[in-house]
């Protein structure tokens, strides 16, 4: 089985420079846990649910919300991003994908084309919805 036999394919991503409340939004209106940050389309890294709950203050909307909590919403994508993400091509063996979130700890793995341009994506769920049991 391939990647592209089991990818996402209507992937959609953010650019570099989208803030932080748009991601956030981004995620909870289309339940992902992932999204891709592209620059002129060709991916440049990813983005995910952990790395905004690391980087936005709990504090915002609370009484004890300051200036400072509210800067966190300023930032944009490439500075929450993980760079230079693990990818795999249509055509890798899912076994190579799978080994690569193993090995690394990663929940997703972008599919991309030779240009770097995202075709799909590849996250855990993908895989236990295709996983066959004997």
């Known amino acids: 089985m391939k990647a592209i036999d089991i990818m996402t394919k209507d992937v959609i991503t953010v650019e570099m420079d989208t803030r932080l409340p748009d991601v956030k939004l981004l995620m909870q209106q289309h339940q992902f846990h992932h999204l891709p940050v592209v620059d002129k389309g060709q991916l440049i890294g990813v983005i995910s649910d952990r790395d905004l709950l690391r980087l936005v ?58 240009e770097h341009y995202v075709i799909g994506i590849i996250t855990w769920r993908d895989l236990i919805a295709h996983a066959k049991y004997d």
């Open 57 to 114: 203050s709990p504090f915002i909307g609370k009484v004890n919300e300051q200036a400072r909590d509210l800067d966190t919403l300023n930032r944009a994508a490439h500075q929450a991003m993980t760079r230079q993400p693990i990818t795999v091509k249509a055509d890798t063996d899912i076994k190579e994908a799978i080994n690569w979130m193993l090995k690394t700890g990663i929940s997703c793995v972008p599919v991309v084309d030779d």
